[in-house]
C-alpha cells in the first residue's frame, strides 16, 4: 500500500502485526486528507473477512438511532468480546466523505464485529457502494433489488444467503 499522509503507514504497520488500534489511530485517521489511503486500510481488512463478497439486509424500520444510543453503543462494542453487526452513523447533513472515514474507522477499531453495515443513502447517490470499499460488507435498506444493485455496481459479489 502506498500513503500520501505517511502517519497511516503506522497504522498499516500495527494492522499487519496484529495489534488493536485506539483512539489515537482513529484520531489519526479522522484528520488524514488521504481518503484512498484510508480505503486501503480499511478494505485490506475487509478482504481478509469476507473476499469479494457482500451481503444485504432489508431493513423496513428505518429507525436511525440518536446519538447517545450510538455512544453506548459503541462503548459496548469496544468491550465487548463479539458482536454481529454495527451500522456506522449516517445522518441528513453529513457529507459523504465523512461517512465513508466513519465506515474506515468502525471497521479498524472494531475486529470483534463481524459485518460493518452501511445504509442506502439518499442524500449521496451511490455512497453505499463506495462504503464497501470502505470496510462495510453489507448494504441495508428497504428495497431488495436496489440493495443487489447497488453490490454489482460496486463490482462485489452478492453472497450466498444474502
Given at each position: 500500500?502506498?500513503?500520501?499522509?505517511?502517519?497511516?503507514?503506522?497504522?498499516?504497520?500495527?494492522?499487519?502485526?496484529?495489534?488493536?488500534?485506539?483512539?489515537?489511530?482513529?484520531?489519526?485517521?479522522?484528520r488524514?486528507h488521504?481518503?484512498?489511503?484510508?480505503?486501503?486500510?480499511?478494505?485490506?481488512?475487509?478482504?481478509?473477512?469476507?473476499?469479494?463478497?457482500?451481503?444485504?439486509?432489508?431493513?423496513?424500520?428505518?429507525?436511525?438511532?440518536?446519538?447517545?444510543?450510538?455512544?453506548q453503543?459503541?462503548?459496548d462494542?469496544?468491550?465487548?468480546?463479539?458482536?454481529?453487526?454495527?451500522?456506522p452513523?449516517?445522518?441528513?447533513?453529513?457529507?459523504?466523505?465523512?461517512?465513508?472515514?466513519?465506515?474506515?474507522?468502525?471497521?479498524l477499531?472494531?475486529?470483534?464485529?463481524?459485518?460493518?453495515e452501511?445504509?442506502?443513502?439518499?442524500?449521496?447517490?451511490?455512497?453505499?457502494?463506495?462504503?464497501?470499499d470502505?470496510?462495510?460488507?453489507?448494504?441495508?435498506?428497504?428495497?431488495?433489488?436496489?440493495?443487489?444493485?447497488?453490490?454489482?455496481?460496486?463490482?462485489?459479489?452478492?453472497?450466498k444467503?444474502?
Amino acid at each position: 500500500m502506498t500513503f500520501e499522509d505517511s502517519r497511516l503507514a503506522s497504522i498499516s504497520a500495527k494492522i499487519a502485526a496484529g495489534h488493536a488500534l485506539d483512539s489515537a489511530d482513529a484520531q489519526t485517521i479522522y484528520r488524514s486528507h488521504d481518503l484512498l489511503g484510508i480505503a486501503q486500510l480499511a478494505n485490506s481488512v475487509r478482504e481478509k473477512r469476507h473476499g469479494r463478497r457482500a451481503y444485504i439486509r432489508q431493513d423496513l424500520q428505518a429507525v436511525p438511532m440518536t446519538d447517545a444510543d450510538r455512544a453506548q453503543r459503541i462503548n459496548d462494542l469496544l468491550h465487548a468480546p463479539a458482536a454481529e453487526r454495527f451500522e456506522p452513523p449516517l445522518d441528513p447533513v453529513m457529507s459523504g466523505h465523512t461517512y465513508l472515514k466513519h465506515v474506515a474507522v468502525a471497521r479498524l477499531l472494531l475486529p470483534q464485529v463481524e459485518h460493518i453495515e452501511a445504509r442506502l443513502c439518499p442524500q449521496v447517490e451511490n455512497v453505499c457502494q463506495l462504503a464497501l470499499d470502505f470496510g462495510a460488507d453489507t448494504l441495508i435498506g428497504a428495497d431488495t433489488a436496489e440493495l443487489e444493485r447497488q453490490v454489482s455496481a460496486a463490482g462485489r459479489e452478492l453472497a450466498k444467503g444474502a
